[in-house]
């Protein structure tokens, strides 16, 4: 089993747009998966790395939030954004 990555941005860059034909002519040949079942997993956030967070969607209002918790672990010196995640009672 072979576990692929790919942003929210990457799939549907702009709304109700989808880019899956894309993303697999870049992302599916993997040579590791050659007879395995391959699983995706989609991000809005993943640490040091560029958010996953669609713009279309953040032009909507989803507030996003900074930080820094996996700099040094990661040896990248980037700051990271998180879509900030609140429960509605």
């Not at 989808?18 to 997993?41: M, N, S, T």
């Not at 996003?64 to 990271?80: A, I, L, V």
Request: aromatic share 16%; proline share 7%; hydrophobic share 35%.
């Amino acid at each position: 089993m072979v576990f692929l990555y790919v942003s929210w941005r990457d799939l549907e860059p702009r709304e109700g747009e989808y880019w899956f034909e894309e993303w697999e002519k870049r992302a599916w040949d993997v040579p590791l998966a050659q007879g395995k079942h391959i699983i995706f997993r989609v991000y809005l956030d993943y640490p040091a790395q560029a958010s996953g967070v669609p713009d279309w969607l953040i032009a909507k209002g989803v507030k996003m939030t900074p930080y820094t918790d996996y700099q040094e672990k990661s040896g990248r010196g980037s700051t990271s954004l998180s879509p900030t995640m609140s429960i509605r009672r």
